[in-house]
Protein backbone atom coordinates (compact mmCIF):
# COMPACT_ATOMS: atom_id res chain seq x y z
CA UNK A 1 0.00 0.00 0.00
CA UNK A 2 1.23 3.59 -0.93
CA UNK A 3 2.32 5.78 2.15
CA UNK A 4 -0.12 7.75 4.04
CA UNK A 5 0.60 11.33 4.12
CA UNK A 6 0.59 13.59 7.36
CA UNK A 7 -1.40 16.29 7.75
CA UNK A 8 0.09 18.79 10.15
CA UNK A 9 -2.16 20.96 12.99
CA UNK A 10 -1.91 22.16 15.80
CA UNK A 11 1.80 21.68 16.31
CA UNK A 12 2.19 18.23 15.26
CA UNK A 13 2.62 15.39 12.25
CA UNK A 14 -0.90 13.59 12.31
CA UNK A 15 -2.41 10.94 9.85
CA UNK A 16 -6.14 10.79 9.28
CA UNK A 17 -7.57 7.24 10.58
CA UNK A 18 -8.78 6.15 7.69
CA UNK A 19 -8.19 4.18 4.63
CA UNK A 20 -7.06 7.18 2.67
CA UNK A 21 -8.37 8.97 -1.00
CA UNK A 22 -5.16 7.57 -3.53
CA UNK A 23 -3.51 10.23 -5.53
CA UNK A 24 -2.69 9.03 -8.97
CA UNK A 25 0.02 9.90 -11.77
CA UNK A 26 -2.55 11.20 -14.40
CA UNK A 27 -0.46 9.85 -17.31
CA UNK A 28 0.52 6.05 -16.06
CA UNK A 29 -2.49 5.75 -13.78
CA UNK A 30 -0.54 4.32 -10.88
CA UNK A 31 -1.53 5.02 -7.14
CA UNK A 32 1.45 7.67 -6.02
CA UNK A 33 0.58 8.34 -2.23
CA UNK A 34 -2.87 8.42 -0.51
CA UNK A 35 -4.44 11.37 1.77
CA UNK A 36 -6.34 11.55 4.72
CA UNK A 37 -7.89 13.79 7.59
CA UNK A 38 -10.59 11.43 9.24
CA UNK A 39 -10.17 11.39 12.95
CA UNK A 40 -8.08 15.11 13.35
CA UNK A 41 -9.13 17.21 16.06
CA UNK A 42 -9.89 20.71 13.93
CA UNK A 43 -11.18 22.58 16.60
CA UNK A 44 -7.88 22.22 18.30
CA UNK A 45 -5.97 22.98 15.25
CA UNK A 46 -7.58 26.20 14.94
CA UNK A 47 -6.84 26.79 18.38
CA UNK A 48 -3.63 26.23 18.32
CA UNK A 49 -2.88 28.36 14.81
CA UNK A 50 -4.95 31.51 16.39
CA UNK A 51 -3.40 31.54 20.07
CA UNK A 52 -0.25 30.33 19.22
CA UNK A 53 0.77 30.94 15.83
CA UNK A 54 -0.80 34.01 15.56
CA UNK A 55 0.46 35.82 19.00
CA UNK A 56 3.90 34.43 17.94
CA UNK A 57 3.70 35.93 14.22
CA UNK A 58 2.17 39.39 15.65
CA UNK A 59 4.81 39.85 18.13
CA UNK A 60 7.45 40.34 15.38
CA UNK A 61 7.94 43.47 13.41
CA UNK A 62 6.98 43.02 9.49
CA UNK A 63 10.50 43.53 8.67
CA UNK A 64 10.98 40.11 10.89
CA UNK A 65 8.24 38.54 9.10
CA UNK A 66 9.13 39.51 6.13
CA UNK A 67 12.42 37.29 6.80
CA UNK A 68 10.85 34.46 7.70
CA UNK A 69 9.36 34.65 3.89
CA UNK A 70 12.96 35.17 3.11
CA UNK A 71 13.90 31.85 4.76
CA UNK A 72 10.87 30.03 3.02
CA UNK A 73 12.31 30.81 0.22
CA UNK A 74 15.78 29.08 0.88
CA UNK A 75 14.15 26.37 2.12
CA UNK A 76 12.25 25.86 -1.18
CA UNK A 77 15.18 26.52 -3.41
CA UNK A 78 16.73 23.46 -1.51
CA UNK A 79 14.44 21.15 -2.53
CA UNK A 80 13.53 22.21 -5.53
CA UNK A 81 14.30 19.36 -7.94
CA UNK A 82 12.11 16.99 -5.26
CA UNK A 83 9.55 19.45 -6.50
CA UNK A 84 9.68 18.97 -10.07
CA UNK A 85 9.85 15.29 -9.43
CA UNK A 86 6.44 15.53 -7.68
CA UNK A 87 4.71 17.85 -9.77
CA UNK A 88 5.91 15.50 -13.00
CA UNK A 89 4.09 12.83 -11.11
CA UNK A 90 1.32 14.09 -9.60
CA UNK A 91 0.13 16.77 -11.92
CA UNK A 92 1.31 15.04 -15.09
CA UNK A 93 3.01 18.73 -16.41
CA UNK A 94 5.88 19.68 -18.39
CA UNK A 95 9.06 20.78 -17.09
CA UNK A 96 8.06 24.70 -18.45
CA UNK A 97 4.53 24.34 -16.90
CA UNK A 98 5.76 22.65 -13.71
CA UNK A 99 8.15 25.90 -13.32
CA UNK A 100 5.27 28.16 -13.37
CA UNK A 101 3.26 26.78 -10.59
CA UNK A 102 7.12 26.04 -8.06
CA UNK A 103 9.23 28.76 -9.69
CA UNK A 104 6.24 31.35 -9.54
CA UNK A 105 5.70 30.54 -5.88
CA UNK A 106 8.77 31.13 -5.25
CA UNK A 107 9.02 34.33 -7.43
CA UNK A 108 6.01 35.35 -5.28
CA UNK A 109 7.32 34.58 -2.06
CA UNK A 110 10.42 36.50 -2.57
CA UNK A 111 8.85 39.92 -3.79
CA UNK A 112 7.04 39.87 -0.52
CA UNK A 113 10.23 39.44 1.66
CA UNK A 114 11.62 42.40 -0.02
CA UNK A 115 8.31 44.56 0.07
CA UNK A 116 7.75 43.79 3.67
CA UNK A 117 11.66 44.40 4.45
CA UNK A 118 10.71 48.14 3.83
CA UNK A 119 7.62 47.97 5.96
CA UNK A 120 10.06 48.38 9.13
CA UNK A 121 10.05 47.17 12.49
CA UNK A 122 6.38 48.15 13.10
CA UNK A 123 3.29 46.12 13.76
CA UNK A 124 0.54 48.22 12.65
CA UNK A 125 0.36 50.48 8.98
CA UNK A 126 -0.16 54.00 9.30
CA UNK A 127 -3.47 54.50 6.69
CA UNK A 128 -3.25 58.12 5.34
CA UNK A 129 -2.60 61.33 7.72
CA UNK A 130 -3.99 62.58 10.63
CA UNK A 131 -7.18 64.58 10.23
CA UNK A 132 -8.67 67.33 12.83
CA UNK A 133 -12.44 66.78 13.50
CA UNK A 134 -12.85 70.29 15.23
CA UNK A 135 -11.80 73.42 14.42
CA UNK A 136 -8.70 73.27 16.18
CA UNK A 137 -5.87 70.57 15.55
CA UNK A 138 -6.44 68.89 18.96
CA UNK A 139 -8.51 66.00 18.64
CA UNK A 140 -7.70 64.08 15.15
CA UNK A 141 -8.56 61.17 13.65
CA UNK A 142 -5.74 58.55 12.60
CA UNK A 143 -6.80 55.61 10.53
CA UNK A 144 -4.46 52.81 10.76
CA UNK A 145 -4.48 48.68 10.00
CA UNK A 146 -3.82 45.85 12.38
CA UNK A 147 -3.50 42.19 11.87
CA UNK A 148 -6.35 40.38 12.29
CA UNK A 149 -6.74 37.76 15.26
CA UNK A 150 -7.51 34.98 13.97
CA UNK A 151 -6.36 32.78 11.42
CA UNK A 152 -6.43 32.39 7.60
CA UNK A 153 -7.72 29.36 6.35
CA UNK A 154 -6.41 28.89 2.54
CA UNK A 155 -8.68 26.00 0.01
CA UNK A 156 -6.63 25.95 -3.10
CA UNK A 157 -7.64 24.34 -6.41
CA UNK A 158 -6.31 21.79 -7.67
CA UNK A 159 -4.07 23.39 -10.92
CA UNK A 160 -1.52 25.16 -8.86
CA UNK A 161 -0.94 23.26 -5.41
CA UNK A 162 2.63 25.52 -5.14
CA UNK A 163 1.84 28.79 -6.38
CA UNK A 164 -1.19 28.70 -5.01
CA UNK A 165 -0.38 27.90 -1.36
CA UNK A 166 2.46 30.68 -1.20
CA UNK A 167 0.34 33.34 -2.91
CA UNK A 168 -1.65 32.96 -0.45
CA UNK A 169 0.48 32.59 2.53
CA UNK A 170 2.89 34.78 1.85
CA UNK A 171 0.54 37.87 2.66
CA UNK A 172 -1.07 36.08 5.59
CA UNK A 173 2.13 35.51 7.19
CA UNK A 174 3.65 38.74 6.25
CA UNK A 175 0.86 40.60 7.48
CA UNK A 176 1.16 38.30 11.35
CA UNK A 177 -2.10 35.61 10.57
CA UNK A 178 -1.43 31.84 10.74
CA UNK A 179 -2.45 29.71 7.87
CA UNK A 180 -4.31 26.71 7.45
CA UNK A 181 -3.48 25.18 3.96
CA UNK A 182 -6.24 22.81 2.18
CA UNK A 183 -5.13 22.05 -1.19
CA UNK A 184 -7.16 20.35 -3.73
CA UNK A 185 -7.09 16.26 -2.77
CA UNK A 186 -6.10 15.42 -6.33
CA UNK A 187 -2.61 16.84 -5.71
CA UNK A 188 -1.91 17.84 -2.55
CA UNK A 189 1.41 15.95 -2.20
CA UNK A 190 3.32 18.76 -3.44
CA UNK A 191 1.90 21.38 -1.31
CA UNK A 192 2.19 18.81 1.86
CA UNK A 193 5.78 18.37 0.87
CA UNK A 194 6.36 21.77 0.90
CA UNK A 195 4.94 22.27 4.47
CA UNK A 196 6.55 19.94 5.30
CA UNK A 197 10.43 20.70 4.36
CA UNK A 198 9.06 24.37 5.89
CA UNK A 199 8.16 23.06 9.31
CA UNK A 200 11.16 20.59 9.73
CA UNK A 201 13.13 23.13 8.77
CA UNK A 202 12.51 25.14 12.03
CA UNK A 203 11.96 28.52 10.30
CA UNK A 204 8.43 29.58 11.09
CA UNK A 205 6.90 29.74 15.16
CA UNK A 206 4.62 26.98 15.64
CA UNK A 207 1.40 27.20 14.58
CA UNK A 208 2.43 29.61 11.51
CA UNK A 209 1.69 27.06 9.20
CA UNK A 210 -0.43 23.91 8.89
CA UNK A 211 -1.88 21.90 6.02
CA UNK A 212 -4.65 19.68 5.77
CA UNK A 213 -4.77 17.36 2.85
CA UNK A 214 -7.29 15.60 3.19
CA UNK A 215 -11.12 16.34 3.18
CA UNK A 216 -12.51 19.63 3.87
CA UNK A 217 -15.24 18.83 6.13
CA UNK A 218 -15.69 20.20 9.15
CA UNK A 219 -13.20 23.23 8.47
CA UNK A 220 -15.36 26.02 7.58
CA UNK A 221 -17.26 24.97 11.14
CA UNK A 222 -14.33 25.71 12.53
CA UNK A 223 -13.81 29.83 11.68
CA UNK A 224 -15.13 32.63 14.25
CA UNK A 225 -15.36 36.03 13.40
CA UNK A 226 -11.79 37.10 13.15
CA UNK A 227 -11.00 34.39 11.20
CA UNK A 228 -10.58 35.16 7.26
CA UNK A 229 -11.13 32.54 4.15
CA UNK A 230 -9.53 32.81 0.54
CA UNK A 231 -11.19 30.25 -1.32
CA UNK A 232 -10.03 29.04 -5.09
CA UNK A 233 -12.23 27.18 -7.41
CA UNK A 234 -15.54 26.16 -8.71
CA UNK A 235 -18.57 28.84 -8.76
CA UNK A 236 -20.74 25.97 -6.87
CA UNK A 237 -18.15 25.46 -4.32
CA UNK A 238 -18.09 29.06 -3.67
CA UNK A 239 -21.59 29.93 -3.10
CA UNK A 240 -21.46 26.76 -0.58
CA UNK A 241 -18.93 28.90 1.10
CA UNK A 242 -20.72 32.11 1.01
CA UNK A 243 -23.70 30.61 2.29
CA UNK A 244 -21.87 28.95 5.01
CA UNK A 245 -23.14 30.09 8.38
CA UNK A 246 -19.06 31.25 9.41
CA UNK A 247 -19.67 33.95 6.22
CA UNK A 248 -23.92 34.48 6.24
CA UNK A 249 -23.82 34.98 10.11
CA UNK A 250 -20.50 35.42 12.02
CA UNK A 251 -18.64 38.04 9.66
CA UNK A 252 -15.63 35.71 8.27
CA UNK A 253 -13.86 37.87 5.67
CA UNK A 254 -14.23 36.03 2.37
CA UNK A 255 -12.26 36.32 -1.05
CA UNK A 256 -13.52 34.38 -3.56
CA UNK A 257 -11.45 33.58 -6.99
CA UNK A 258 -14.04 31.42 -8.52
CA UNK A 259 -14.99 30.72 -12.43
CA UNK A 260 -13.61 32.90 -15.26
CA UNK A 261 -14.64 33.08 -19.13
CA UNK A 262 -11.23 34.97 -19.58
CA UNK A 263 -10.84 37.20 -23.43
CA UNK A 264 -8.10 38.30 -25.99
CA UNK A 265 -9.28 40.97 -28.42
CA UNK A 266 -7.12 41.99 -31.55
CA UNK A 267 -8.19 45.53 -32.23
CA UNK A 268 -9.69 46.73 -35.58
CA UNK A 269 -7.42 47.34 -38.43
CA UNK A 270 -5.05 44.99 -37.29
CA UNK A 271 -4.93 42.61 -40.90
CA UNK A 272 -3.51 38.99 -40.89
CA UNK A 273 0.22 38.64 -40.88
CA UNK A 274 0.55 42.50 -39.13
CA UNK A 275 2.93 42.51 -35.64
CA UNK A 276 -0.16 42.87 -33.54
CA UNK A 277 -1.65 39.53 -35.47
CA UNK A 278 0.95 37.54 -34.82
CA UNK A 279 1.17 37.75 -31.09
CA UNK A 280 -2.26 37.35 -30.63
CA UNK A 281 -1.85 33.87 -32.46
CA UNK A 282 1.17 33.11 -29.80
CA UNK A 283 -0.56 33.91 -26.95
CA UNK A 284 -3.64 32.00 -27.57
CA UNK A 285 -1.78 29.63 -28.52
CA UNK A 286 0.34 29.49 -25.31
CA UNK A 287 -2.51 29.99 -23.45
CA UNK A 288 -4.81 27.35 -24.93
CA UNK A 289 -1.74 24.77 -24.16
CA UNK A 290 0.33 25.66 -21.19
CA UNK A 291 -0.42 23.61 -18.02
CA UNK A 292 -2.80 21.84 -20.91
CA UNK A 293 -5.48 25.14 -20.65
CA UNK A 294 -5.58 24.25 -16.27
CA UNK A 295 -5.30 27.49 -15.69
CA UNK A 296 -8.09 30.11 -14.62
CA UNK A 297 -6.76 33.00 -16.24
CA UNK A 298 -6.28 30.89 -19.69
CA UNK A 299 -7.51 32.16 -22.55
CA UNK A 300 -11.31 31.14 -23.66
CA UNK A 301 -12.67 33.63 -25.72
CA UNK A 302 -10.56 35.05 -28.74
CA UNK A 303 -12.84 37.93 -30.45
CA UNK A 304 -11.43 39.15 -33.67
CA UNK A 305 -12.68 41.55 -36.13
CA UNK A 306 -15.26 39.91 -38.78
CA UNK A 307 -12.65 40.19 -41.62
CA UNK A 308 -9.91 38.24 -39.82
CA UNK A 309 -11.76 35.90 -38.79
CA UNK A 310 -10.88 33.04 -41.18
CA UNK A 311 -7.37 34.58 -40.79
CA UNK A 312 -6.82 33.70 -37.57
CA UNK A 313 -8.55 30.31 -37.25
CA UNK A 314 -6.30 29.36 -40.02
CA UNK A 315 -2.88 30.65 -38.06
CA UNK A 316 -3.98 29.12 -34.91
CA UNK A 317 -5.09 25.94 -35.97
CA UNK A 318 -1.32 25.97 -38.20
CA UNK A 319 0.07 26.57 -34.57
CA UNK A 320 -1.92 24.31 -32.60
CA UNK A 321 -1.30 21.22 -35.27
CA UNK A 322 2.55 21.29 -33.77
CA UNK A 323 1.31 20.95 -30.39
CA UNK A 324 3.09 17.05 -29.14
CA UNK A 325 0.97 15.75 -26.27
CA UNK A 326 1.56 12.73 -24.18
CA UNK A 327 4.17 11.29 -21.33
CA UNK A 328 6.09 14.89 -19.72
CA UNK A 329 8.83 12.79 -18.82
CA UNK A 330 9.45 12.59 -22.89
CA UNK A 331 11.80 15.57 -24.31
CA UNK A 332 9.54 15.69 -27.27
CA UNK A 333 6.16 16.37 -25.11
CA UNK A 334 5.21 20.17 -25.26
CA UNK A 335 2.12 19.60 -23.69
CA UNK A 336 1.14 17.03 -20.66
CA UNK A 337 -1.63 16.04 -18.95
CA UNK A 338 -5.41 16.77 -17.41
CA UNK A 339 -4.93 16.36 -13.79
CA UNK A 340 -7.32 13.13 -14.12
CA UNK A 341 -9.43 10.73 -15.62
CA UNK A 342 -12.49 12.52 -13.50
CA UNK A 343 -10.84 16.10 -15.53
CA UNK A 344 -10.90 14.73 -18.59
CA UNK A 345 -14.38 13.85 -18.87
CA UNK A 346 -15.40 17.48 -17.42
CA UNK A 347 -13.79 18.52 -20.24
CA UNK A 348 -15.35 16.15 -22.96
CA UNK A 349 -18.67 17.06 -21.15
CA UNK A 350 -18.02 20.80 -21.68
CA UNK A 351 -16.47 20.25 -25.48
CA UNK A 352 -19.62 18.47 -26.01
CA UNK A 353 -21.70 21.52 -24.41
CA UNK A 354 -19.87 24.46 -26.39
CA UNK A 355 -20.05 22.35 -29.94
CA UNK A 356 -24.13 22.69 -29.78
CA UNK A 357 -22.98 26.24 -30.62
CA UNK A 358 -20.15 26.06 -32.60
CA UNK A 359 -17.71 24.59 -34.94
CA UNK A 360 -14.40 22.66 -34.48
CA UNK A 361 -11.21 24.75 -36.28
CA UNK A 362 -8.73 22.27 -35.34
CA UNK A 363 -9.32 19.25 -33.56
CA UNK A 364 -6.16 17.58 -31.45
CA UNK A 365 -8.22 15.05 -29.98
CA UNK A 366 -7.25 12.48 -32.17
CA UNK A 367 -3.90 12.82 -32.92
CA UNK A 368 -1.81 10.12 -31.03
CA UNK A 369 -0.32 10.40 -27.62
CA UNK A 370 3.36 10.62 -27.31
CA UNK A 371 4.71 7.24 -24.64
CA UNK A 372 1.30 7.35 -23.20
CA UNK A 373 -1.54 5.01 -23.51
CA UNK A 374 -4.94 7.11 -24.25
CA UNK A 375 -6.74 4.13 -22.15
CA UNK A 376 -5.55 5.19 -18.81
CA UNK A 377 -3.52 8.84 -19.72
CA UNK A 378 -5.69 11.91 -19.08
CA UNK A 379 -4.68 13.29 -21.69
CA UNK A 380 -6.49 15.07 -24.91
CA UNK A 381 -5.33 17.46 -27.32
CA UNK A 382 -6.17 20.55 -27.69
CA UNK A 383 -9.49 21.97 -29.60
CA UNK A 384 -9.95 25.25 -31.57
CA UNK A 385 -13.65 26.56 -31.48
CA UNK A 386 -15.09 28.81 -33.74
CA UNK A 387 -18.97 30.23 -33.94
CA UNK A 388 -19.24 33.11 -36.32
CA UNK A 389 -22.64 34.39 -34.80
CA UNK A 390 -20.92 35.70 -31.49
CA UNK A 391 -24.47 37.24 -30.03
CA UNK A 392 -26.19 33.72 -30.67
CA UNK A 393 -23.54 31.51 -29.32
CA UNK A 394 -24.79 31.75 -25.90
CA UNK A 395 -22.43 28.45 -24.41
CA UNK A 396 -19.26 30.13 -25.04
CA UNK A 397 -20.21 32.66 -22.63
CA UNK A 398 -21.11 30.93 -20.28
CA UNK A 399 -19.41 27.24 -20.11
CA UNK A 400 -15.98 27.37 -19.25
CA UNK A 401 -13.84 24.49 -20.00
CA UNK A 402 -10.86 23.98 -17.81
CA UNK A 403 -8.89 22.52 -20.38
CA UNK A 404 -6.60 23.19 -23.89
CA UNK A 405 -9.74 24.63 -25.09
CA UNK A 406 -10.81 28.29 -26.99
CA UNK A 407 -13.55 29.38 -29.51
CA UNK A 408 -12.74 32.03 -31.87
CA UNK A 409 -15.78 34.97 -32.31
CA UNK A 410 -16.08 37.39 -34.51
CA UNK A 411 -17.13 41.12 -33.77
CA UNK A 412 -18.51 43.84 -36.38
CA UNK A 413 -16.67 47.15 -34.27
CA UNK A 414 -15.34 48.15 -31.22
CA UNK A 415 -18.48 48.48 -29.43
CA UNK A 416 -19.39 45.20 -30.20
CA UNK A 417 -15.81 43.50 -29.36
CA UNK A 418 -16.43 45.43 -26.32
CA UNK A 419 -19.69 44.06 -25.64
CA UNK A 420 -18.52 40.39 -25.96
CA UNK A 421 -16.01 41.08 -23.49
CA UNK A 422 -18.47 41.69 -20.94
CA UNK A 423 -20.53 38.99 -21.71
CA UNK A 424 -17.90 37.11 -20.03
CA UNK A 425 -19.96 38.24 -16.79
CA UNK A 426 -16.94 39.13 -14.69
CA UNK A 427 -13.09 37.70 -15.88
CA UNK A 428 -9.72 37.69 -14.59
CA UNK A 429 -8.40 38.84 -16.97
CA UNK A 430 -8.47 40.39 -20.77
CA UNK A 431 -5.74 40.92 -23.05
CA UNK A 432 -5.55 43.33 -26.11
CA UNK A 433 -3.53 43.69 -29.52
CA UNK A 434 -2.58 46.21 -31.56
CA UNK A 435 -0.49 49.28 -32.49
CA UNK A 436 -2.57 51.97 -32.03
CA UNK A 437 -1.94 53.21 -28.48
CA UNK A 438 -4.83 55.44 -28.28
CA UNK A 439 -7.01 53.37 -29.53
CA UNK A 440 -5.89 50.50 -27.02
CA UNK A 441 -6.10 52.80 -23.86
CA UNK A 442 -9.37 53.98 -24.68
CA UNK A 443 -10.61 49.90 -24.80
CA UNK A 444 -8.42 49.27 -21.78
CA UNK A 445 -10.38 51.89 -19.70
CA UNK A 446 -14.17 50.36 -21.54
CA UNK A 447 -13.50 46.60 -20.51
CA UNK A 448 -12.03 47.32 -17.49
CA UNK A 449 -15.16 47.46 -15.40
CA UNK A 450 -15.97 44.02 -15.63
CA UNK A 451 -11.87 42.28 -15.61
CA UNK A 452 -9.74 42.76 -12.89
CA UNK A 453 -6.54 42.83 -14.90
CA UNK A 454 -5.97 43.90 -18.77
CA UNK A 455 -3.24 42.92 -20.82
CA UNK A 456 -2.02 45.09 -23.33
CA UNK A 457 -0.11 44.32 -26.20
CA UNK A 458 1.91 45.87 -28.49
CA UNK A 459 5.12 45.52 -30.68
CA UNK A 460 7.19 47.33 -28.69
CA UNK A 461 6.65 45.05 -25.64
CA UNK A 462 6.65 41.54 -27.81
CA UNK A 463 9.50 40.43 -25.97
CA UNK A 464 8.96 41.89 -22.40
CA UNK A 465 5.16 41.37 -21.35
CA UNK A 466 4.36 38.65 -19.00
CA UNK A 467 1.96 37.03 -20.63
CA UNK A 468 -1.71 36.89 -20.67
CA UNK A 469 -2.44 34.57 -18.27
CA UNK A 470 0.86 35.19 -15.70
CA UNK A 471 0.05 36.26 -12.72
CA UNK A 472 2.43 39.10 -11.57
CA UNK A 473 2.55 39.47 -7.57
CA UNK A 474 3.28 43.00 -8.47
CA UNK A 475 -0.66 43.02 -10.00
CA UNK A 476 -4.05 42.63 -8.52
CA UNK A 477 -5.62 38.91 -9.09
CA UNK A 478 -9.20 38.71 -9.00
CA UNK A 479 -11.86 40.03 -10.92
CA UNK A 480 -15.83 40.82 -10.81
CA UNK A 481 -19.02 38.71 -11.19
CA UNK A 482 -18.37 35.51 -12.13
CA UNK A 483 -14.72 35.38 -11.24
CA UNK A 484 -15.76 35.54 -7.28
CA UNK A 485 -15.71 39.09 -6.69
CA UNK A 486 -12.51 38.28 -4.80
CA UNK A 487 -8.98 40.10 -5.09
CA UNK A 488 -5.20 39.04 -4.38
CA UNK A 489 -1.73 40.16 -4.59
CA UNK A 490 -1.24 43.69 -6.25
CA UNK A 491 1.88 44.12 -4.16
CA UNK A 492 1.13 45.33 -0.48
CA UNK A 493 -2.34 45.57 -1.25
CA UNK A 494 -3.16 41.92 -0.24
CA UNK A 495 -2.44 42.87 2.80
CA UNK A 496 -5.67 44.54 3.11
CA UNK A 497 -7.51 41.44 3.45
CA UNK A 498 -5.13 40.06 6.69
CA UNK A 499 -5.84 43.67 8.66
CA UNK A 500 -8.60 45.26 10.42
CA UNK A 501 -8.58 49.05 9.23
CA UNK A 502 -9.23 51.43 13.01
CA UNK A 503 -9.70 54.71 13.14
CA UNK A 504 -8.12 55.95 16.56
CA UNK A 505 -9.52 59.21 18.20
CA UNK A 506 -7.24 61.14 20.01
CA UNK A 507 -4.88 64.30 20.85
CA UNK A 508 -1.62 64.84 18.85
CA UNK A 509 0.39 63.72 21.28
CA UNK A 510 -1.30 59.68 21.66
CA UNK A 511 -1.36 59.23 17.75
CA UNK A 512 2.67 60.09 18.13
CA UNK A 513 2.81 57.60 20.25
CA UNK A 514 1.20 55.00 18.21
CA UNK A 515 4.94 54.90 16.72
CA UNK A 516 3.16 54.41 13.30
Not at 443 to 469: E, N
Request: a negative charge; hydrophobic letters at 45%.
Amino acid sequence: MTELLSNYAAGRWQTGTGAGTPLFDPVLGNELVRVDSTGLDLAEAFTFARQQGGAALRALTYRERAALLGAIVKVLQAHRDAYYEIATANAGTVKNDSAVDIDGAIFTLGQYAKWGDVLGDVRALRDGDAVRLGKEPVFQSQHLSVPTQGVALCINAFNFPSWGLWEKAAPALLSGVPVIAKPATATAWLTQRMVKDVVEAGVLPAGALSVIAGSSAGLMDQLQPFDVVSFTGSAETAGVIRAHPAVAQRSVRANIEADSLNSALLLPGEAPGSEAFNLLVREVVREMTVKSGQKCTAIRRILVPAEVYDAAAEAIAAKLAGISVGNPRNDGVRMGALVSRAQLAAVREGLAALQAQATVLHDGRDRPLLDADPAVAACIGPVLLGARDADAAQAVHDVEVFGPVATLLPYRDSAHAVALAHRGQGSLVTSLYGGDEAALAQTALAVAASHGRVHVVTPDVAQTHTGHGNVMPMSQHGGPGRAGGGAELGGLRALAFYHQRTAVQASPGVLAALGL
